[in-house]
């Protein structure tokens, strides 16, 4: 191989290279914007709300009927709150489906919510946004919140754990690649892990349908109505925001024994 050759290859390489530290940087770029503390959360768009379709088109879930899901409450039911009526306190989870700092929280402290939740140490009410399908761009944060819907219509534990395979490292999507959560198929996929969802025909019709996009469109109105929540995930106690202080906010919690803490502490108040 001749010299000019190698100087020939020599300069390809550094082409190649320049190019991959541009996507890279790109990249960063896009995680920057999403990232506070440590953890990639998703900022809200602070003046007016967020305007939000669902499955495809905000006209056609606008318009279309409301059903609301069993074991759903409030105004055009988007309460959802799970747990012991008698539980006295009260843990708000702040989510977004497509959000991958949610995902690591979830993935971190569900098993702990969910047994806390059934121990009765406190009832969760869930609050679902849809900004990042604006973001990122796509529907699957709101064909997601439909879904949920139709499995909070079988029951608030097919709710729970449907959410938390959604959130899990098996099925969360990277949020910069296939907007996944798009697919009723693959939503149908992921519902099939959920025993009380498996093969269940009623719940897979729902999410097929759209049965509960209008109220996926009204349960995102609402997230979007809180001023004092600016990013995803924030988790509140009894209206005590959980977590480390950042100048963009409140980081959620990022190990098992960090939340415990945080619930512990409130609780003690």
């Given amino acids: ?28 770029r896009l995680r920057r914007q999403l990232t ?24 056609d879930a606008a318009d279309g009927p409301l059903v609301k899901p069993a074991n759903s409450s409030g105004t055009n039911g ?6 012991k009526k008698d539980a006295k306190d009260t843990l708000e989870l702040f989510e977004d489906p497509r ?31 849809t900004f990042l399908d604006n973001n990122l761009q796509g529907t699957g944060s709101k064909n997601a919140l439909s ?8 029951s608030p534990d097919a709710f729970l754990k449907y959410k938390y395979a959604l959130y899990s490292k098996e099925f969360h999507p990277d949020e910069r690649g296939a907007d996944k959560f798009a697919d009723d198929s693959y939503l149908i996929k992921v519902a099939d892990t959920v025993p009380a969802l498996k093969g269940n025909a009623a719940f897979q019709k729902a999410v097929k349908s759209g049965t509960y996009d209008r109220w996926a469109l009204g349960v995102s109105k609402a997230f979007d109505s809180v001023k004092d929540v600016k990013s ?7 209206g005590t925001v959980l977590g480390t202080k950042t100048p963009q906010g409140t980081s959620a919690p990022s190990s098992v024994a960090a939340f415990n803490s945080a619930v512990d502490k409130v609780l003690k108040k």
């Fill in 99 to 129: 959000c991958p700092g949610c995902a690591a929280f979830e993935q971190t402290a569900g098993a702990t919510i969910e047994k806390d939740i059934k121990d009765g140490k406190y009832k969760a009410s869930y609050h679902l946004g």
């Fill in 232 to 238: 995803t995930p924030t988790i509140k106690l009894n």
């Fill in 78 to 83: 988007t309460t959802i709150t799970v747990g």
């Fill in 36 to 59: 506070v503390g440590g953890a990639i959360v998703g900022v809200l768009a602070i003046a007016g709300g967020i305007a939000v379709a669902v499955a495809g088109s905000g006209d």
């Fill in 1 to 28: 191989m001749s010299n000019r050759n190698n100087q020939a290859n020599k300069q390809a390489a550094r082409e190649r290279l320049r190019a991959e530290r541009e996507r890279q940087a790109k990249k960063d």
């Fill in 147 to 154: 879904a949920l819907g139709a499995s909070l219509n079988v």
